[in-house]
């Protein structure tokens, strides 16, 4: 009837109906095209500026991105222009460029502001074809080193992403993450993502961290600053610098954190280190401020993978703390599939403390890096070269730093050739010029299993210390322990497959190191085109170079619960060599092998060589526990023992077995959510409850209705 209220229950399940409706149309929508929806969303908050000429000049209003929209002055909207808009704007922006400008070079005024993004949420994308190779170019020719011009873009807030840009000849650093003025206090930067641009200049390429302080006037102490959920992907780096640089305690800073970082898919060539990952510490020459010193900053869940790094100095460089600074610590990182190219030193270097602030000749009392940590690191799947050094350099501290630790580290499945030096070297304490000894350092926890080492000097190496003649103080009571070496190949060195050192010294004072629960296992040992060659293995306690005639001294180092099994061992001089001392100047010093079984060894080598002393060496002890069985029938190998070493034949009961490969630690996810998919994830739990619903409206409005009849 005209006028009268329709009933509630038809009112309720008319409204329920509706709503079910709209519910399938938003499967519709989100299901069938889910980027519909959050496109629709974000066009109605971005703001999006574009770029129409290439000048870097300022004639519009730049107060807001609206002001510029309205009046952008007589020659349209600049690069600097938009750049300037948007920092003065609250919320999300992106910055984009006309397609007339595809190939355009913009250059960078030498009197100009550095390029700031300041207020974040913003997005500058050069790429405008979308090929993922960048169209436009920032060239900053015209600035100079320590200029504002000599500086790229200086990203110093979050959620930004900087794409497909070309930016060369910056004499500073091409693109910054960094903190805006000397007093970054407790800053957050987050989010934000460096993805496809490529970089050619002689400075540096990308930075990431209090570095960037170095173009500030003074370089701040840093305190509470973190950064974290970055991504450095799919970048070309040719630079005459660093490649990539991420140091978020330069020259000072407590408490700071770096956190979920993803390095991949980059090419660097650089002249200097190609990817410098450190928490604090570097060469202050510029900076007018005592040696550095930083306390109890941390960087965790790092993930470096897929990276071709071509470098003059070191390919990658992991430190926790540089030239002084203490309580730095570094956790859970993993390097995966990266091809390691070094022309000098090292293609990989992992140190807890490297040197001191007299390495620099900083003034002041000399400062060191002591207690720091890398822990958790896993080394996988990387292929290494290194034509004028070592390919991997893994150490707990030198120059007299004390306290570091390394545990739980795990070089797995790499491959690695071409390599003037080691191809895998481990060292708990090096020396270096200081004014005490490199000592109570400990690495506790190494996996070195699957490899392939090739055209090396030296296959794999482990040193409990390194007491070289330059200068250093004797290193004491460093300590090596839980080191499993098993199942790599290694062939064709110039004089050792496998290599353990406790001590080694050039000058006398060494003294009290220790190598404990070493495990050699699986190992295949051979030599093809330097047939008759070196030694397969080499077990020593203390070791003085120069024979007869050296000069220097080591002592009371143990080398102790070692097990060498199953191992195949051709072609080379000596199987394995045991000797408790080598070298004049070596004096006791002793090792211990619990287990010495199961090897495969070729009839043209000598098996196994124990002695006591060697090459001058007095008061050493070298000790076989258990013997030596041959499981092949290609020779019966023998046991010779040219001094008082003592040799045991008797079986010993012991646990033999060799842990499997722990799992890789998971990496973090820094990549953008999709909204629009995430909207939609909760929509079959809103239909059933809006189905249940409406089913229930229908039975009320029906019953309800049938009541009526009946009551007529």
């Known amino acids: 009837m005209l006028g009268q209220a329709t009933p509630y229950p038809y009112q309720f399940t008319r ?3 509706s709503a079910l409706i709209s519910l399938f149309l938003l499967f519709d929508t989100g299901v069938r ?3 519909r929806l959050a496109q629709a969303t974000a066009t109605s908050q971005v703001v999006t500026l574009v770029v129409t000429n290439s000048t870097d000049v300022v004639n519009g209003n730049v107060s807001s991105t609206q002001a510029l929209l309205k009046n952008p002055g007589r020659d349209g909207v600049s690069f600097r222009e938009a750049l300037l808009a948007a920092g003065h704007t609250k919320g ?9 400008l595809a190939g355009s070079t913009i250059a960078i005024q030498p009197k100009g502001d550095i390029l700031f993004l300041s207020s974040g949420d913003l997005t500058i994308d050069g790429d405008l074809n979308g090929d993922g190779k960048p169209d436009i170019t920032l060239d900053g020719q015209l600035g100079k080193s320590g200029t504002p011009s000599g500086i790229g873009l200086a990203v110093t807030s979050s959620h ?3 794409r497909g840009l070309n930016l060369v000849n910056f004499h500073g650093t091409a693109i910054f993450n ?8 407790l800053k957050l930067f987050e989010d934000n993502h460096f993805i496809g ?3 050619r200049s002689d400075g540096d390429g990308i930075s990431i961290g209090a570095l960037g302080l170095i173009f500030f006037e003074e370089a701040a102490r840093i305190r509470g600053a973190v950064w974290q959920d970055l991504e450095l992907r799919g970048n070309t780096i040719q630079v005459g610098g660093i490649g990539i640089s991420i140091n978020p305690a330069f020259a000072g800073g407590s408490q700071i954190q770096l956190r979920r970082l993803i390095i991949a898919d980059n090419q660097v060539t650089a002249g200097n280190i190609g990817l410098n990952l450190g928490l604090t510490g570097n060469k202050p020459t510029r900076l007018p401020v005592p040696a550095p010193v930083s306390n109890n900053n941390v960087g965790e869940d790092i993930l470096v993978q897929d990276n071709t790094i071509d470098s003059q100095s070191t390919g990658i460089f992991l430190v926790a703390s540089v030239g002084g600074g203490s309580r730095n610590h570094f956790r859970h990182i993993t390097l995966r599939g990266n091809h390691l190219i070094s022309h000098a030193e090292v293609a990989l270097a992992v140190i807890s403390a490297d040197t001191n602030s007299a390495y620099f000749d900083i003034p002041g009392p000399t400062q060191y890096s002591d207690q720091n940590s890398i822990e958790d690191l896993t080394i996988v799947s990387n292929q290494v070269e290194a034509k004028q050094g070592f390919a991997i350099h893994i150490a707990a501290a030198n120059y007299g730093n004390q306290g570091n630790l390394l545990k739980d580290i795990h070089v797995l499945d790499n491959t690695i050739s071409n390599v003037k030096m080691t191809g895998i070297l481990l060292s708990a304490g090096n020396s270096g010029k200081a004014d005490r000894g490199t000592q109570d350092n400990l690495i506790d926890g190494v996996e070195i299993r699957g490899n392939q080492v090739s055209d090396t000097w030296k296959g794999i190496q482990l040193f409990g210390s390194f007491l070289g003649n330059d200068g250093g103080l004797p290193t004491r009571h460093n300590i090596m322990q839980n080191v499993q070496v098993v199942e790599n190949t290694i062939q064709d060195f110039e004089t050792t497959g496998i290599q353990v050192v406790t001590g080694q010294a050039d000058i006398p004072g060494q003294a009290d190191l220790a190598i404990n629960l070493l495990t050699l296992q699986g190992n295949h040992i051979l030599q093809s085109r330097l047939k008759g060659r070196g030694n397969c293995i080499e077990l020593i306690g203390g070791f003085v170079p120069g024979g007869e005639t050296a000069s220097g001294g080591t002592s009371a180092n143990h080398l102790s619960g070692v097990q060498v099994l199953e ?15 080598t070298g004049l100047g070596a004096t006791d010093n002793h090792v211990e092998v619990d287990l010495l079984r199961g090897n495969l060894l070729d009839s043209d080598l000598t098996p196994l060589q124990v002695e006591d002393n060697m090459d001058g060496a007095t008061g050493n002890q070298a000790l076989v526990k258990a013997g030596l069985e041959t499981p092949t029938p290609v020779s019966t190998p023998t046991l010779i023992s040219t001094s008082t070493a003592t040799v045991t034949l008797a079986p010993v009961a012991m646990d033999t077995t060799v842990p499997s490969s722990p799992a890789i630690v998971p990496t973090a996810n820094v990549s953008s959510p999709d909204t629009g998919v995430q909207a939609l994830s909760l929509w079959p739990v809103g239909a059933v409850i809006l189905l249940v619903l409406a089913i229930a409206g229908l039975f009320v409005a029906f019953k309800h209705r049938g009541k009526q009849r009946g009551g007529q």
């Open 15 to 17: 409204v329920l109906l």
């Open 33 to 35: 095209n889910p980027s």
């Open 92 to 100: 999300p922006k992106s910055i984009t460029f006309a397609s007339q």
């Open 160 to 162: 930004n992403t900087i």
């Open 178 to 185: 960094v903190c805006p003025d000397k007093n970054c206090g």
């Open 197 to 199: 641009n490529a970089i």
């Open 567 to 581: 191992n195949s061992l051709e072609n080379c001089s000596v199987g394995v060599q045991i000797s408790g001392g």
